[in-house]
Protein backbone atom coordinates (compact mmCIF):
# COMPACT_ATOMS: atom_id res chain seq x y z
CA UNK A 1 0.00 0.00 0.00
CA UNK A 2 1.38 3.44 -0.81
CA UNK A 3 1.58 5.93 1.82
CA UNK A 4 -0.25 9.08 1.97
CA UNK A 5 0.44 12.65 2.46
CA UNK A 6 -1.71 15.23 3.35
CA UNK A 7 -1.93 18.12 0.36
CA UNK A 8 -2.99 21.28 -0.77
CA UNK A 9 -2.73 23.89 -3.48
CA UNK A 10 -2.52 27.35 -3.01
CA UNK A 11 -0.55 31.27 -3.60
CA UNK A 12 1.68 32.39 -0.84
CA UNK A 13 0.98 35.34 0.82
CA UNK A 14 3.37 37.86 -0.99
CA UNK A 15 6.89 38.43 1.83
CA UNK A 16 5.88 42.11 1.93
CA UNK A 17 2.16 41.73 3.57
CA UNK A 18 4.00 38.96 6.24
CA UNK A 19 5.38 41.51 8.42
CA UNK A 20 2.18 44.18 8.53
CA UNK A 21 -0.09 41.18 8.99
CA UNK A 22 2.62 39.56 11.97
CA UNK A 23 2.32 43.06 13.73
CA UNK A 24 -1.85 43.09 13.43
CA UNK A 25 -1.88 39.35 14.96
CA UNK A 26 0.33 40.43 17.79
CA UNK A 27 -1.50 43.30 19.02
CA UNK A 28 -4.76 41.05 19.06
CA UNK A 29 -3.00 38.55 21.25
CA UNK A 30 -2.22 40.67 23.88
CA UNK A 31 -6.36 40.79 24.86
CA UNK A 32 -7.34 37.16 23.10
CA UNK A 33 -9.70 34.93 25.08
CA UNK A 34 -8.19 31.42 25.42
CA UNK A 35 -8.88 28.62 22.73
CA UNK A 36 -7.43 30.39 19.44
CA UNK A 37 -4.62 29.25 17.33
CA UNK A 38 -3.14 32.07 15.08
CA UNK A 39 -1.99 30.95 11.95
CA UNK A 40 2.09 32.26 12.37
CA UNK A 41 2.57 34.89 9.28
CA UNK A 42 4.76 32.71 7.80
CA UNK A 43 2.17 30.00 6.88
CA UNK A 44 0.13 32.67 6.17
CA UNK A 45 -1.86 31.50 1.91
CA UNK A 46 -5.14 31.64 0.24
CA UNK A 47 -6.23 27.74 -0.23
CA UNK A 48 -7.08 27.18 -3.89
CA UNK A 49 -8.28 23.86 -3.11
CA UNK A 50 -7.13 21.69 -0.42
CA UNK A 51 -6.79 17.66 -1.38
CA UNK A 52 -6.30 15.44 2.06
CA UNK A 53 -4.61 12.45 2.13
CA UNK A 54 -3.40 11.59 -1.40
CA UNK A 55 -0.68 8.88 -2.59
CA UNK A 56 2.69 9.68 -4.26
CA UNK A 57 1.02 9.02 -7.65
CA UNK A 58 -1.68 10.95 -6.75
CA UNK A 59 0.46 13.86 -5.98
CA UNK A 60 2.38 13.66 -9.25
CA UNK A 61 -1.00 13.23 -11.38
CA UNK A 62 -1.65 16.91 -9.32
CA UNK A 63 1.13 18.60 -10.07
CA UNK A 64 1.29 17.97 -13.90
CA UNK A 65 -2.90 19.26 -13.82
CA UNK A 66 -1.88 22.35 -11.93
CA UNK A 67 0.94 22.37 -14.49
CA UNK A 68 -1.12 22.40 -17.50
CA UNK A 69 -3.51 24.92 -15.95
CA UNK A 70 -1.08 27.76 -14.71
CA UNK A 71 0.40 27.67 -18.28
CA UNK A 72 -2.71 29.43 -19.28
CA UNK A 73 -2.73 32.16 -16.94
CA UNK A 74 -1.17 35.26 -16.77
CA UNK A 75 0.35 37.07 -13.12
CA UNK A 76 -2.31 38.72 -11.59
CA UNK A 77 -2.61 41.09 -8.43
CA UNK A 78 -5.29 40.73 -5.35
CA UNK A 79 -6.44 43.46 -2.71
CA UNK A 80 -7.68 42.36 0.78
CA UNK A 81 -10.96 44.35 1.23
CA UNK A 82 -11.56 43.22 5.00
CA UNK A 83 -11.53 40.87 7.82
CA UNK A 84 -14.08 38.89 9.37
CA UNK A 85 -15.55 35.16 11.29
CA UNK A 86 -17.40 32.30 9.64
CA UNK A 87 -19.89 31.10 10.16
CA UNK A 88 -20.45 34.71 11.51
CA UNK A 89 -18.79 36.64 14.82
CA UNK A 90 -21.59 35.06 17.08
CA UNK A 91 -20.16 31.57 16.58
CA UNK A 92 -16.91 32.25 15.24
CA UNK A 93 -14.94 29.01 14.36
CA UNK A 94 -12.06 30.72 11.27
CA UNK A 95 -11.41 34.12 12.04
CA UNK A 96 -10.22 35.68 8.15
CA UNK A 97 -8.92 38.66 6.05
CA UNK A 98 -10.78 38.78 2.65
CA UNK A 99 -9.21 39.62 -0.45
CA UNK A 100 -10.99 40.85 -3.62
CA UNK A 101 -12.96 38.46 -6.03
CA UNK A 102 -10.88 39.03 -9.22
CA UNK A 103 -11.40 37.40 -13.21
CA UNK A 104 -8.45 36.14 -12.69
CA UNK A 105 -8.25 34.64 -9.54
CA UNK A 106 -11.97 33.20 -10.03
CA UNK A 107 -10.90 32.16 -13.38
CA UNK A 108 -7.19 30.32 -12.07
CA UNK A 109 -9.47 28.53 -9.49
CA UNK A 110 -12.42 27.09 -11.81
CA UNK A 111 -9.65 26.03 -14.06
CA UNK A 112 -7.84 23.51 -10.95
CA UNK A 113 -11.05 22.76 -9.84
CA UNK A 114 -11.90 21.22 -13.36
CA UNK A 115 -8.72 19.47 -13.67
CA UNK A 116 -8.37 18.33 -10.34
CA UNK A 117 -12.18 17.23 -10.84
CA UNK A 118 -10.86 14.67 -13.75
CA UNK A 119 -8.45 13.53 -11.44
CA UNK A 120 -11.14 12.34 -8.89
CA UNK A 121 -10.92 15.46 -7.14
CA UNK A 122 -14.86 16.36 -5.80
CA UNK A 123 -15.32 19.72 -7.16
CA UNK A 124 -15.87 22.19 -4.15
CA UNK A 125 -19.66 22.11 -3.20
CA UNK A 126 -19.76 26.31 -1.91
CA UNK A 127 -19.03 29.26 -3.73
CA UNK A 128 -15.36 30.24 -3.41
CA UNK A 129 -14.69 32.62 -1.28
CA UNK A 130 -10.87 34.04 -1.39
CA UNK A 131 -9.48 34.65 2.63
CA UNK A 132 -6.52 34.10 4.50
CA UNK A 133 -7.38 32.25 7.81
CA UNK A 134 -5.61 34.11 10.38
CA UNK A 135 -7.06 32.28 13.62
CA UNK A 136 -8.68 29.18 14.34
CA UNK A 137 -10.91 29.30 17.24
CA UNK A 138 -11.53 25.62 18.95
CA UNK A 139 -14.39 24.39 21.25
CA UNK A 140 -13.12 25.61 24.46
CA UNK A 141 -13.12 29.32 23.12
CA UNK A 142 -15.65 31.70 25.29
CA UNK A 143 -17.85 32.69 22.24
CA UNK A 144 -18.35 36.33 24.23
CA UNK A 145 -14.92 36.69 24.40
CA UNK A 146 -14.10 35.90 20.88
CA UNK A 147 -16.39 38.12 19.83
CA UNK A 148 -15.05 41.17 21.53
CA UNK A 149 -12.24 40.51 18.58
CA UNK A 150 -14.57 41.80 16.27
CA UNK A 151 -13.56 45.40 17.28
CA UNK A 152 -10.16 44.92 16.62
CA UNK A 153 -10.55 43.01 13.08
CA UNK A 154 -13.11 46.10 11.79
CA UNK A 155 -10.29 48.65 12.70
CA UNK A 156 -7.64 46.70 10.96
CA UNK A 157 -7.60 49.10 7.30
CA UNK A 158 -6.89 45.99 5.19
CA UNK A 159 -8.08 47.40 1.97
CA UNK A 160 -4.99 50.16 2.44
CA UNK A 161 -2.27 47.23 2.60
CA UNK A 162 -0.22 47.20 -0.84
CA UNK A 163 -1.34 45.04 -3.67
CA UNK A 164 -0.49 41.51 -3.77
CA UNK A 165 1.48 40.36 -7.11
CA UNK A 166 0.69 36.67 -7.65
CA UNK A 167 3.16 35.12 -9.88
CA UNK A 168 3.01 31.43 -9.06
CA UNK A 169 0.66 28.57 -7.34
CA UNK A 170 2.51 26.14 -5.14
CA UNK A 171 1.44 21.98 -4.49
CA UNK A 172 2.45 21.91 -0.65
CA UNK A 173 2.04 18.99 1.90
CA UNK A 174 1.48 19.62 4.96
CA UNK A 175 2.45 17.50 8.68
CA UNK A 176 0.83 18.32 11.78
CA UNK A 177 2.90 18.63 14.76
CA UNK A 178 1.96 19.60 18.06
CA UNK A 179 3.67 23.19 17.62
CA UNK A 180 1.85 23.77 14.44
CA UNK A 181 1.50 22.39 11.12
CA UNK A 182 4.46 22.18 8.43
CA UNK A 183 3.71 23.22 5.18
CA UNK A 184 6.60 21.78 2.17
CA UNK A 185 6.14 22.53 -1.14
CA UNK A 186 5.64 19.47 -3.23
CA UNK A 187 6.29 21.69 -6.78
CA UNK A 188 5.67 25.57 -7.73
CA UNK A 189 3.92 26.59 -11.01
CA UNK A 190 4.60 30.09 -11.84
CA UNK A 191 2.18 31.78 -13.92
CA UNK A 192 3.39 32.43 -17.47
Not at 5 to 22: C, D, N, S, W
Not at 26 to 47: F, Y
Request: net charge positive; hydrophobic share 40%.
Amino acid sequence: MEDKLRAFIAIELAPELKGTIASFESGLKTTEPPGLRWVKPDLLHLTLKFLGDITQTQAQEVSRAISRVVVDNHPFQLQFIGTGAFPNWRKARTLWMGLNKSIELDSLFQQLDAALGELGFFPEDKPFSPHLTVCRVSDTADPRKVQQLQKGFDAFPASTLPLWKVNEVVFFKSVLKPGGPIYTPISKHILK
